[in-house]
């Protein structure tokens, strides 16, 4: 099994639309999750973290599930300014950092 | 703050040749690793680095090459480039804290081998 799997998508919605797409991770002793961020020819860049309790930030709510060994992103309100690939890191031993190949979301006018 | 800088951002290599991507960050930070990142697919890790003088394999190490001599520079060596080796390559550190580590990375550098 892949260290980390993501929705296959893409996703392609419209402006206003709520959008959410999940990662599973399989190491059950992982302790840290994030979510990325992707644009197009452009380095990642840390969307948000992700707590136990769940966070949001503003259109933005990320949350963890441990028992089912996922993490979740919530998308209210979709822009066009949205679009982008979303990534989540694996942390595995010795701080092995991996991604799996990232979810491509599309938002049409 | 420079972060974490890649050079060169473009290359063209012939077939057989080498060359290094350097890599360098200011902010301390122990871990360091390389990325490569072909059209349309994700980001497969290629070295990493714990900290000076330690490195790693990750999951497509063949053809490259690393080293750690300090906590600021992670070059990333190619001996003999192949054209499978055409590749967008990211750079990026990162420290742990309470939350876990939080990853900065470079602005890519883009190689292609003719």
């Known amino acids: 099994r892949k260290e980390v799997e993501q929705d296959p998508g893409p996703f392609n919605v419209p402006e206003g639309a709520t959008v959410a797409f999940n990662c599973t991770y399989s190491?059950?002793?992982?302790?840290?999750f994030f979510w990325y961020r992707q644009d197009c020819r452009k380095e990642p860049k840390l969307l948000m973290s992700v707590y136990s309790s769940g966070n949001e930030d503003g259109r933005f709510t990320a949350q963890l599930n441990r028992a089912s060994q996922y993490i979740s992103l919530l998308i209210r309100d979709s822009k066009l300014s949205d679009s982008a690939t979303y990534l989540c890191?694996?942390?595995?031993?010795?701080?092995?950092?991996?991604f799996g190949k990232g979810i491509t979301l599309s938002v049409r006018p | 703050n420079a972060g974490v800088t890649q050079t060169p951002k473009f290359r063209i290599l012939k077939i057989g040749q080498s060359m290094t991507l350097q890599c360098a960050q200011d902010m301390n930070h122990n871990y360091m690793y390389w990325y490569r990142q072909d059209p349309g697919m994700g980001l497969k890790l290629i070295y990493y680095s714990v900290g000076a003088g330690i490195t790693d394999k990750g999951e497509v190490p063949n053809g490259y090459n690393v080293s750690r001599s300090t906590t600021e520079d992670f070059p990333l060596r190619l001996e003999l480039a192949a054209p499978s080796q055409t590749s967008v390559y990211f750079c990026a550190s990162s420290y742990p804290n309470p939350s876990g580590n939080t990853i900065y990375f470079g602005e890519g550098s883009w190689l292609t081998v003719v």
């Open positions: 890191p694996h942390t595995g031993a010795n701080s092995k950092l991996t």
């Open positions: 190491n059950s002793a992982s302790q840290s």
